[in-house]
């Protein structure tokens, strides 16, 4: 079993939809959560980051941690096309080095118009 | 643009080959990573390298090796190719090396092995 699930879709959904994207985990050590975004033929690029438990949100995104159910998600609102890329959750234990980050395999997202 | 460049872009070669893969990281990142990335595996840390020296290995071949230099630029080597080595390769860079540092990451080379 991987440490990092995540469902690879693909997800499509028509413009202006609430997406949710998922992974679980089961290292009870990860205190550190981000969600990358993957542009097709590009490198990953951060797009947020969390603490422990609880919700951050930024302008359309919101990064969720249950840490109970060893579970986070990412919830985009008014989906637009230029949200569709990869997205890659990763984690890490609190006070490591970045070499113990954990990626997930990515979720493919697709935004219809 | 994430500051970070790579090259080449696209590399096409043979098994039992050896190709260099180049990365230069943003101005002012003293820490490099290595990252390979394949349809079945995900995004696998290789290596990481911190103002010259070696940091932290992960799931790194024994054929493969790498290096940062003086002026921080990285290379990494993969001699003796397989088929299998064929994925994209991702360096990323960042202040330091903590994880949680903002890694920025190159825009990849396509390795394909025929």
């Known amino acids: 079993q991987k440490e990092v699930e995540q469902d690879p879709g693909p997800l499509s959904v028509p413009e202006g939809a609430i997406v949710s994207l998922n992974c679980t985990y089961s290292n009870s050590a990860f205190q550190y959560f981000m969600w990358y975004r993957q542009y097709s033929r590009k490198g990953p690029e951060l797009l947020m980051y969390t603490y422990s438990s609880g919700n951050k949100e930024d302008g359309r995104f919101t990064a969720q941690v249950d840490k109970s159910s060893k579970y986070i998600s990412l919830f985009i609102r008014d989906s637009q096309p230029s949200d569709s890329a990869t997205y890659l959750c990763?984690?890490?234990?609190?006070?490591?080095?970045?070499?113990?980050?954990?990626f997930g395999s990515g979720t493919r997202l697709s935004i219809r118009p | 643009d994430s500051g970070v460049t790579q090259t080449p872009k696209h590399l096409i070669t043979a098994t039992g080959q050896r190709v260099t893969l180049r990365c230069s990281p943003r101005s002012g990142d003293l820490s490099v990573y290595w990252y390979q990335q394949s349809l079945d595996q995900g995004l696998q840390f290789l290596i990481q390298?911190?103002?010259?020296?070696?940091?932290a290995k992960g799931n790194i071949l024994e054929r493969f090796s790498a290096q940062q230099f003086p002026d921080l630029h990285s290379e990494l080597n993969l001699s003796s190719l397989e088929l299998g080595d064929s994925a994209l390769y991702f360096c990323?860079?960042?202040?330091?090396?903590?994880?949680?540092?903002?890694?920025?990451f190159g825009p990849g080379t396509r390795l394909t092995v025929l």
């Open positions: 990763a984690m890490s234990p609190e006070g490591s080095s970045a070499s113990k980050i954990i």
């Open positions: 990323a860079s960042s202040e330091q090396g903590a994880s949680t540092d903002t890694q920025y």
């Open positions: 390298y911190y103002n010259g020296e070696e940091r």
